[in-house]
């Protein structure tokens, strides 16, 4: 897999190039697809949001970490972007109010959000039972996913019990997507590997058959030099929150109803207008839905 340096490389080109079950794609959440890439839709299209009064907002202090491509990171030209910054600046464009966005340290970040310092953070900060007791959350605007990829001379392999039984998968060891192998999918023979990076690299050269893991991980590893074209996804998504997240949310201090539903219109609308998806293909050409 990319290291850190080469996933961010990766992730700027493609920015400024513009471009308890298995849960899989019949159950997952729905997609719109763009010219081959499928869009992720999370929204309900029969809900109708109200845009709320913002006169109250004066502006909205994003924080997000620049350490996590590509959903933000620091570009080749030393400045702060991704998908997440992106976002919050389309939202704050949306709402008509003035906005910042500071990179802050993941350590500490938590309680940065929930002493008020911030309105926002945009930093994948997970949606647990302790997060919730200390902040609140937007709306999920995308989901975490895992997905099969095979090598593209094999043949297509069936992805149920009787399908993928016996058949080699390298997993990254100790990871959720090792222990969903082994839950939904235990006549596998599940080859488990350090990293997600020596995964693909055992696919590549044909040891095992296939490889599970991150949907974001390996859409950006299929287009990268080492891949060299070899492989590609097999089948659909897997969105399964027990194992793999609740999805990517704004977090916010308690008690900020306003700009929770503020930030629900927002998010509601950028994607009815389609600059989520023109946001989405900007980051991920490869898409991982």
């Given at each position: 897999?990319?290291?850190?340096?080469?996933?961010?490389?990766?992730?700027?080109?493609?920015?400024?190039?513009?471009?308890?079950?298995?849960?899989?794609?019949?159950?997952?959440?729905?997609?719109?697809?763009?010219?081959?890439?499928?869009?992720?839709?999370?929204?309900?299209?029969?809900?109708?949001?109200?845009?709320?009064?913002?006169?109250?907002?004066?502006?909205?202090?994003?924080?997000?970490?620049?350490?996590?491509?590509?959903?933000?990171?620091?570009?080749?030209?030393?400045?702060?972007?991704?998908?997440?910054?992106?976002l919050a600046r389309a939202i704050c464009r949306e709402l008509s109010v003035p906005c910042t966005i500071q990179a802050r340290p993941w350590d500490?970040?938590?309680?940065?959000?929930?002493?008020?310092?911030?309105?926002?953070?945009?930093?994948?900060?997970?949606?647990?039972?302790?997060?919730?007791?200390?902040?609140?959350?937007?709306?999920?605007?995308?989901?975490?996913?895992?997905?099969?990829?095979?090598?593209?001379?094999?043949?297509?392999?069936?992805?149920?019990?009787?399908?993928?039984?016996?058949?080699?998968?390298?997993?990254?060891?100790?990871?959720?997507?090792?222990?969903?192998?082994?839950?939904?999918?235990?006549?596998?023979?599940?080859?488990?590997?350090?990293?997600?990076?020596?995964?693909?690299?055992?696919?590549?050269?044909?040891?095992?058959?296939?490889?599970?893991?991150?949907?974001?991980?390996?859409?950006?590893?299929?287009?990268?030099?080492?891949?060299?074209?070899?492989?590609?996804?097999?089948?659909?998504?897997?969105?399964?929150?027990?194992?793999?997240?609740?999805?990517?949310?704004?977090?916010?201090?308690?008690?900020?109803?306003d700009l929770r539903l503020a930030l629900n219109w927002a998010l509601d609308s950028l994607y009815d207008k389609g600059v989520f998806a023109e946001?989405?293909?900007?980051?991920?050409?490869?898409?991982?839905?």
């Amino acid at each position: 897999m990319a290291s850190f340096a080469i996933l961010a490389s990766i992730v700027a080109m493609a920015a400024a190039a513009g471009c308890v079950g298995p849960a899989t794609a019949q159950n997952a959440p729905e997609a719109r697809p763009s010219e081959g890439v499928v869009i992720p839709d999370l929204w309900d299209p029969n809900r109708r949001l109200d845009k709320p009064a913002t006169t109250a907002l004066t502006g909205i202090r994003f924080t997000t970490t620049d350490d996590f491509p590509p959903f933000n990171f620091t570009g080749p030209d030393g400045k702060l972007t991704g998908f997440n910054v992106d976002l919050a600046r389309a939202i704050c464009r949306e709402l008509s109010v003035p906005c910042t966005i500071q990179a802050r340290p993941w350590d500490g970040l938590i309680d940065t959000v929930a002493a008020g310092r911030v309105d926002a953070a945009l930093a994948g900060i997970a949606i647990t039972p302790e997060s919730r007791a200390k902040l609140e959350f937007s709306d999920v605007y995308l989901r975490p996913v895992a997905r099969f990829v095979g090598r593209k001379s094999a043949p297509a392999a069936r992805l149920n019990t009787d399908g993928l039984a016996g058949r080699k998968i390298a997993v990254a060891k100790g990871s959720s997507h090792e222990a969903y192998l082994a839950a939904f999918f235990p006549a596998s023979t599940r080859i488990a590997v350090e990293t997600p990076g020596a995964a693909a690299d055992a696919l590549k050269a044909g040891s095992v058959d296939l490889v599970f893991g991150d949907g974001v991980q390996l859409a950006f590893w299929l287009q990268s030099e080492a891949a060299s074209g070899c492989c590609d996804f097999i089948g659909g998504p897997y969105v399964e929150p027990h194992f793999f997240g609740q999805g990517l949310s704004i977090a916010l201090p308690p008690k900020r109803d306003d700009l929770r539903l503020a930030l629900n219109w927002a998010l509601d609308s950028l994607y009815d207008k389609g600059v989520f998806a023109e946001l989405y293909l900007r980051y991920f050409p490869v898409g991982y839905f």
